[in-house]
T-cell receptor
Framework: ETGVTQSPTHLIKTRGQQVTLRCSSQ?????VSWYQQALGQGPQFIFQ???????GRGNFPPRFSGLQFPNYSSELNVNALELDDSALYLC????????????FGQGTRLTVV | GESVGLHLPTLSVQEGDNSIINCAYS??????FIWYKQESGKGPQFIID?????DKRQGQRVTVLLNKTVKHLSLQIAATQPGDSAVYFC???????????FGKGTRLSVIA
């Protein structure tokens, strides 16, 4: 088991609603990345936070936003939910720099109906 | 639990045999690679990594081979066990603060 924990584990929302997912990073890790994993696909990068600043973003619309807190925990917020947002959302923590392992949480399964 | 990958390539292996899972990566600038194992309903679990200045790295029962000329990675699992059944992803990393880019994944099914 990694030290990365995500909450909640499962969530059902209605189209148009907003959702907040949470992630506690592994001790000593200052970088948090969020990924979306659709059924049958590999994880797709959403964005990354380092020391409370977003420092990388994938091909996701602005309604996907995030925060990182001083203790390096993080939130992923998604506004105006769409059916295609249904996926497993993964958080990974790591240290900065080259050749650093990224450790994943167990994910939050979001279903939009 | 949930199914991680419904339409992924599948490798079926007899228990005790060796498994080889292949991955073609896309970015010639990638210089760090990780293999992850993902069981149903769980997040990806780190297995082994390799830097681009190496062509082979061994762990416990696992070996990763890197061929930069053809941009190919493989994961070898010795004496495959039922607990090895999962979806396996390779991920490439191009340095700095760029994100990991994941491949499509291969489902390993171990036949007891």
């Amino acid at each position: 088991e990694t030290g990365v924990t995500q909450s909640p584990t499962h969530l059902i929302k209605t189209r148009g609603q907003q959702v907040t997912l949470r992630c506690s990073s592994q001790s000593g890790h200052n970088t948090v990345s969020w990924y979306q994993q659709a059924l049958g696909q590999g994880p797709q990068f959403i964005f990354q936070y380092y020391r409370e600043e977003e420092n990388g973003r994938g091909n996701f619309p602005p309604r996907f936003s995030g925060l990182q807190f001083p203790n390096y925990s993080s939130e992923l917020n998604v506004n105006a939910l769409e059916l295609d947002d249904s996926a497993l959302y993964l958080c990974a923590s790591s240290t900065t720099g080259f050749y650093t392992e990224a450790f994943f949480g167990q994910g939050t399964r979001l279903t939009v109906v | 639990g949930e199914s991680v990958g419904l339409h992924l390539p599948t490798l079926s292996v007899q228990e005790g045999d060796n498994s080889i899972i292949n991955c073609a990566y896309s970015n010639s600038a990638s210089d760090y690679f990780i293999w992850y194992k993902q069981e149903s309903g769980k997040g990806p679990q780190f297995i082994i990594d390799i830097r681009s200045n190496m062509d082979k790295r061994q762990g416990q029962r696992v070996t990763v081979l890197l061929n930069k000329t053809v941009k190919h990675l493989s994961l070898q699992i010795a004496a495959t066990q039922p607990g090895d059944s999962a979806v396996y992803f390779c991920a490439e990393f191009a340095s700095g603060n760029t994100p990991l880019v994941f491949g499509k994944g291969t489902r390993l099914s171990v036949i007891a």
